[in-house]
């Protein structure tokens, strides 16, 4: 099963400049989330962020947050019991009106129906740290979710790599997917006759 853009979103968890530092490969796996947001958008995929308590952790890297269409502030270590899941989700369907007179009416005179909301993106692509706490947390509630989980593991970071190793172990048992940056920007391209072809290439050369 490959990656489809039009049924993807893109979590990117607390990437947040007074964690960064004591992190384990943090500068390279900030480079790749960037990396992720940037292609994301040449694609039209969606991009939310989280921040753990940032009243005392402080925001997200700068560029980051500011590629982010909203930014959950969360307490959880998970960020679905804060609302993670709702942003994810496309609005509720209009219910169809009551009785059976509407369906009789010809398709002119039913122009102000309300329209169907945007379709479901249920590939959820998620990075983020730290690997073994909050990012394998969220992971995993969203699985719990029934959304399909795909995690970019060179885009993680913990202050050990025993501990973002743990949590790959943990999350492929659980069904997540593993995979790189690279492979994301791929699959969601599909083909080198794809107009964003040059651009994403420059993005991860």
Do not use: Y
């Given at each position: 099963m490959l990656l489809d853009a039009s049924q993807s979103q893109l979590v990117l968890v607390d990437y947040q400049e007074r964690l960064m530092p004591a992190l384990s490969d943090g500068a390279a796996a900030l480079a790749n989330a960037r990396r992720l947001a940037r292609v994301a958008q040449l694609l039209d995929v969606p991009v939310w962020g989280t921040e753990q308590n940032p009243g005392r952790l402080g925001a997200n890297d700068a560029e980051l947050r500011a590629l982010c269409r909203r930014t959950l502030a969360k307490m959880h270590f998970s960020a679905v019991p804060d609302g993670l899941a709702d942003w994810l989700r496309p609005p509720a369907k209009p219910q169809p009106p009551q009785g059976g007179n509407a369906r009789s009416l010809p398709k002119h005179l039913r122009k102000s129906e309300p329209q169907p909301?945007?379709?479901?993106?249920?590939?959820?692509?998620?990075?983020?740290?730290?690997?073994?706490?909050?990012?394998?947390?969220?992971?995993?509630?969203?699985?719990?979710?029934?959304?399909?989980?795909?995690?970019?593991?060179?885009?993680?970071?913990?202050?050990?790599?025993?501990?973002?190793?743990?949590?790959?172990?943990?999350?492929?048992?659980?069904?997540?997917?593993?995979?790189?940056?690279?492979?994301?920007?791929?699959?969601?391209?599909?083909?080198?006759?794809?107009?964003?072809?040059?651009?994403?290439?420059?993005?991860i050369k």
């Open positions: 909301p945007e379709d479901e993106r249920p590939s959820i692509v998620i990075a983020g740290c730290e690997t073994h706490v909050c990012l394998l947390q969220t992971a995993l509630d969203l699985l719990d979710d029934e959304f399909e989980v795909w995690v970019v593991t060179d885009a993680c970071a913990s202050r050990t790599e025993r501990n973002r190793d743990a949590a790959f172990d943990r999350l492929a048992g659980a069904g997540a997917e593993l995979v790189t940056t690279e492979m994301v920007a791929f699959e969601w391209l599909g083909s080198c006759e794809h107009p964003a072809f040059k651009d994403m290439l420059a993005l």
